[in-house]
């Protein structure tokens, strides 16, 4: 996980270790996003855990909660992301929609 360019966990509790300490594991450059209905694993609840729940000047400098269920929270990062259509074509085709990569992607 030091080499993740983004961490995102898609709705858990983050209770249950080992996969819980997966969170603080993420690069420190990584930023990381919760899509979940609750907040969770914070850092009040878990070491190295989420901090976008923090007020103080420079507390937080990499994480987000984007609440609600994980198919909105998917859709609104993809639409984000300008990949709104493709994700709308891949659900219509039940994945059958042929989506490019885009040209940095791996093949």
Same mark, same amino acid.
């Given at each position: 996980?030091? *080499?993740? *360019?983004?961490? $995102?966990?898609?709705?858990? !509790?983050?209770?249950?270790?080992? /996969?819980?300490?997966?969170? =603080?594991?993420? @690069? %420190? !450059? +990584?930023? &990381?996003?919760?899509?979940? %209905?609750?907040?969770?694993?914070?850092?009040?609840?878990?070491? %190295?855990? /989420? &901090? /976008?729940?923090?007020? =103080?000047?420079?507390?937080?400098? &990499? #994480?987000?909660?984007?609440? =609600? *269920?994980? #198919?909105?929270?998917?859709?609104?990062?993809? !639409?984000?992301?300008?990949? =709104?259509?493709?994700? #709308?074509?891949? $659900?219509?085709?039940?994945? @059958?929609?042929? $989506?490019? &990569? +885009?040209?940095?992607? +791996?093949?």
């Amino acid at each position: 996980l030091v *080499d993740c *360019d983004l961490f $995102i966990v898609l709705g858990t !509790s983050l209770v249950v270790a080992p /996969f819980n300490s997966l969170v =603080g594991l993420a @690069a %420190r !450059s +990584a930023p &990381r996003l919760l899509v979940n %209905r609750e907040p969770a694993g914070t850092s009040d609840e878990l070491a %190295r855990g /989420f &901090r /976008f729940h923090t007020t =103080g000047e420079g507390e937080n400098w &990499r #994480d987000a909660w984007h609440q =609600g *269920d994980c #198919d909105s929270g998917c859709k609104a990062l993809a !639409s984000a992301l300008g990949w =709104g259509e493709e994700l #709308d074509a891949l $659900i219509e085709s039940k994945g @059958a929609s042929e $989506i490019h &990569r +885009a040209p940095w992607a +791996a093949s």
